[in-house]
Antibody, heavy 121, light 109 residues
Framework: QVQLVESGGGLVKPGGSLRLSCAAS????????MSWIRQAPGKGLEWVSYISSSSSYTNYADSVKGRFTISRDNAKNSLYLQMNSLRAEDTAVYYC??????????????WGQGTLVTVSS | SSELTQDPAVSVALGQTVRITCQGDSLRSYYASWYQQKPGQAPVLVIY???NRPSGIPDRFSGSSSGNTASLTITGAQAEDEADYYCNSRDSSGNHPYVFGTGTKVTVL
């Protein structure tokens, strides 16, 4: 079945770095755009970044632009998020999700189970 | 970028109908998608496009749209429908491709 599994979360000090991974299975990974979406504790969902199927296009939320880098390895069916200069406000559960786009619509399905990133001294 | 606004909380009696709304300028150009999130779990897509349900989503969930407002309707709410619901759409106004709603907590009484 279609599945996404994140890993790499943990506790990191402010200013530190962390690399998240997302392993995809059950579909042709190289055919799809992919996104990272996060959720701070007790808060709503925030789109973070997306990458096109061939890595040609990327985009970032203003809150992470210049600090986070999204990448993918289609040979390994894997998505990554390199997070640098981490701040307390980056503390959140980070989800990877498959992008689907159609005329006048876009949606995320499926989502991974999420990985928790805690930025604290 | 655009914003999508939802009521923070709604309640519905077991077996009754509840409508959750989502308002924002981007909805004039794009359909909303809707996600259900239960405590400690990842969001799950329940409605996408004009009014499409992924496989496995009960037909009591339906979506509609008019002007700058999208709606998710649960007809005959069940206890297991108690959850947070988020809308989402593509964003036509800025540099970012997607925007999420503020979320609605649905309580089934």
């Amino acid at each position: 079945q279609v599945q996404l599994v994140e890993s790499g979360g943990g506790l990191v000090k402010p200013g530190g770095s962390l690399r998240l991974s997302c392993a995809a299975s059950g579909f042709t990974f190289s055919d799809y755009y992919m996104s990272w979406i996060r959720q701070a504790p007790g808060k709503g969902l925030e789109w973070v970044s997306y990458i096109s199927s061939s890595s040609s296009y990327t985009n970032y939320a203003d809150s992470v632009k210049g600090r986070f880098t999204i990448s993918r390895d289609n040979a390994k069916n894997s998505l990554y998020l390199q997070m640098n200069s981490l701040r307390a406000e980056d503390t959140a559960v980070y989800y990877c999700a498959r992008d689907e786009v159609a005329a006048r619509a876009g949606w995320f399905d499926p989502w991974g189970q999420g990985t928790l990133v805690t930025v604290s001294s | 970028s655009s914003e999508l606004t939802q009521d923070p909380a709604v309640s519905v009696a077991l077996g009754q109908t509840v409508r959750i709304t989502c308002q924002g300028d981007s909805l004039r150009s794009y359909y909303a998608s809707w996600y259900q999130q239960k405590p400690g779990q990842a969001p799950v897509l329940v409605i996408y496009g004009k009014n499409n349900r992924p496989s496995g989503i009960p037909d009591r969930f339906s979506g509609s749209s008019s002007g700058n407002t999208a709606s998710l309707t649960i007809t005959g709410a069940q206890a297991e429908d108690e959850a947070d619901y988020y809308c989402n759409s593509r964003d036509s106004s800025g540099n970012h491709p997607y925007v999420f709603g503020t979320g609605t907590k649905v309580t089934v009484l």
